[in-house]
């Protein structure tokens, strides 16, 4: 059972575009949602993270959006640069819970 | 520089051989943790540690053994490998009540 899922496997987009990656969620217990990034060869390095109680949380080029209704988040990066080509990862933690659910990473390209 | 480190980084071993990947981190966290990375099913955790000496099962325990005897050091414990232990293996540290955890560079195991 996949609490946390990103349909998308991949998504190409053209540098100085908004890429927008989307991460859905079942749980409901789920009160704080990250999200990290990975490069080839290297371990995930966090990105930008959201608590529930919180819509929106903007980080330079990079802001996430919640829509806990939805059980919804996205992470928009704007402008997208070269560099942030890489594989996405979503992630979800509930108060007291030991551990990250991550989704399955969504792998992003920037075309130049 | 504060980082977790993981050794080997490439392991190829056959099925039955034990084997033990370390795992170590200068940040003086207490919480540290393991996970697998596979296609299609993101990073699953196998086992967490709150502190030395404590530990516990994430959600894909079955094959592994951990121990922590020191703060630094998280060694995953591979007794009797099998093929469908042939993955990517991440190990990760947090402080105790922090949400974001910092990852090591990875190991890639392949179990013949």
């Known amino acids: 059972d996949q609490q946390v899922k990103q349909n998308s496997p991949s998504l190409s987009v053209q540098e100085g575009r908004i890429s927008i990656l989307n991460c859905d969620y079942t749980n409901s217990m789920f009160d704080y949602f990250l999200w990290y990034k990975k490069y080839p060869a290297e371990g995930p390095t966090f990105l930008i993270s959201?608590?529930?109680?919180?819509d929106k949380n903007e980080d330079g080029r990079f802001t996430v959006f919640l829509n806990k209704s939805a059980k919804h988040l996205s992470l928009h990066i704007v402008p997208s640069q070269p560099g942030d080509s890489a594989v996405y990862f979503c992630a979800a933690s509930s108060q007291g819970a030991q551990k990250l659910v991550f989704g399955q990473g969504t792998r992003l390209t920037i075309n130049p | 520089e504060a980082q977790v480190t993981q050794n080997p980084r490439y392991l190829i071993t056959v099925t039955g051989k034990k084997l033990t990947v370390t795992c170590s981190q200068n940040m003086n966290h207490e919480y540290m943790s393991w996970y697998r990375q596979d296609p299609g099913l993101g990073l699953r955790q196998i086992y967490y540690s709150m502190n030395v000496e404590v530990t516990d099962k994430g959600d894909v325990p079955e094959g592994y053994k951990v121990s922590r005897k020191e703060k630094r050091n998280f060694p995953l414990i591979l007794e009797s490998p099998s093929p469908n232990q042939t993955s990517l293996y991440f190990c990760?540290?947090?402080?105790?009540?922090?949400?974001?955890?910092?990852f090591g560079p990875g190991t890639r195991l392949l179990v013949l």
């Open positions: 959201i608590s529930s109680i919180k």
């Open positions: 990760a540290s947090r402080l105790t009540g922090g949400e974001t955890q910092y």
